[in-house]
């Protein structure tokens, strides 16, 4: 498998969660964070499939194409190490889905991203939310989702966070 | 359709145009071009489908991944405005195949690489050698061969040194 054979994989893991994502949330209200602009290609699917979501975008260099960047309001600019944990207490409980594409060819980075990360899925996430990463940001109280049939293991994560209502799952 | 959704469609059309031209190249010898090595996607592609071929890479600034870096030998180094002019007298009708992945978001240089590449075209390749582009580098005596199934038409491009041996297409 070829680098050009893995880039195009992982593109189309991403695309099929994302999808399930959107309309698995479709029941929730509130908001989508999306951790990393990078050349905004995600940003726009996310806004494409979820129009009347309000989406927010966590970056430290904005430096995607001029019509893939959201309105200042919408933007957490900085690292976000820092902006994260604001944003978590400001959303807290409210989130509906957050998307996170943040690997690299560093695993110990990329394990402590990822951990840094699930600290705070469970503040921000509402019950029956979603994470989708393309790293295992697997967190506490998360159940893993099945994922698309098209997807193999390990190229994509989609987790959950259980429902924690009286009845729920936990 | 949004940046991701294109972006996908854009690498698959590339994967099957190389994947045909690797095939319809088989009967011929002589080097393959790959202008642009970006982070090296394409050339590890190359060479997984043409292991016995020899690739030489164009490249203003090398910053692909450490392991899909050709050795000095088959580098071409500098602006391709030097460094292609060199290369295809060097090679002068011996090239089987040459892959230019240029596109940006500008038209207008794109157009005018597009030019400029499509000059050298026909003195470096054979008679049936192949272009494979990003954009339309149709060249002087070349044929525009038919694309994959899979690829919409603008997508990717394919041509092919018309022969001009005699009793050949011109």
């Known amino acids: 498998m070829s680098r050009l054979d893995i880039n195009i994989r992982r593109l189309k893991a ?8 959107a309309e698995a949330i479709s ?6 964070f999306e951790l990393g602009l990078g050349n905004g290609r995600t940003y726009d699917h ?3 499939i979820l129009p009347a979501r309000e989406i927010f975008v966590f970056e430290r260099e904005v430096a995607a194409h001029p019509d893939c960047i959201p309105d200042e309001a919408h933007l957490f600019r900085g690292d976000f190490h820092d902006t994260l ?3 978590a207490e400001r959303f807290a409980g409210q989130v509906a889905l957050i998307h996170a594409d943040f690997g690299s060819a560093n695993p110990e980075r990329d394990a402590r991203l990822a951990a840094f990360i699930a600290e705070y899925l469970p503040i921000a996430l509402q019950a029956g939310g979603l994470a989708a990463a393309d790293r295992d940001v697997g967190f506490a109280r998360s159940e893993p989702l099945p994922l698309p049939d098209s997807v ?3 190229v994509y994560f989609l987790y959950r966070q259980m429902d ?3 009845g729920g799952a936990r």
Chains 1, 2 share one sequence.
Do not use: D, S, Y
Not at 14 to 21: D, E, F, H, Y
Not at 27 to 32: A, D, E, K, R, Y
């Open 14 to 21: 991403q695309r099929a969660c994302l999808n399930l994502a």
């Open 27 to 32: 029941g929730l209200t509130g908001p989508v």
């Open 46 to 48: 996310l806004r494409e």
């Open 85 to 87: 944990p604001r944003a």
């Open 152 to 154: 193999a293991p390990g």
């Open 164 to 166: 924690r209502r009286p």
